[in-house]
């Protein structure tokens, strides 16, 4: 499985952005996604995670009520809708998968990444 992170930018807080992560490959509809990210001189963590299907998702408390992921199996993409943002939201945020089935917040559950996508949000 190949992924390709983009919709990142240069917003204001309070501002939203939309991210996508398209992936290649016949068995994306077969495999949980999720969304860390990395902010400077910080370790990467653990954002949003979604299974399979859509039917369960699972939120860092950081983002929760801010943050929505989704998944069109159709077009083999998982979204992260970026709501409320604030200075502390920027970071390089990254879409992973896995073909295991429980939703996981460690990164070490995840096999494929992508390349990320830088979101900057100023004050």
């Known amino acids: 499985v190949q992924l390709q992170a983009s919709g990142g930018g240069l917003v204001q807080a309070g501002d939203s952005l939309r991210l996508s992560c398209a992936a290649s490959g016949r068995t994306f509809s077969s495999y949980r996604m999720a969304w860390f990210r990395q902010a400077p001189g910080k370790e990467r963590e653990f954002v949003a995670a979604?299974?399979?299907?859509?039917?369960?998702?699972y939120y860092a408390d950081s983002v929760k009520g801010r943050f929505t992921i989704s998944r069109d199996n159709a077009k083999n993409t998982v979204y992260l809708q970026l709501n409320s943002l604030k200075p502390e939201d920027t970071a390089v945020y990254y879409c992973?998968?896995?073909?295991?089935?429980?939703?996981?917040?460690?990164?070490?559950?995840?096999?494929?990444w992508g390349q990320g996508t830088q979101v900057t949000v100023s004050s």
């Open positions: 979604i299974n399979w299907s859509g039917s369960s998702t």
């Open positions: 992973a998968a896995d073909s295991g089935y429980k939703l996981s917040t460690r990164i070490s559950s995840y096999d494929y």
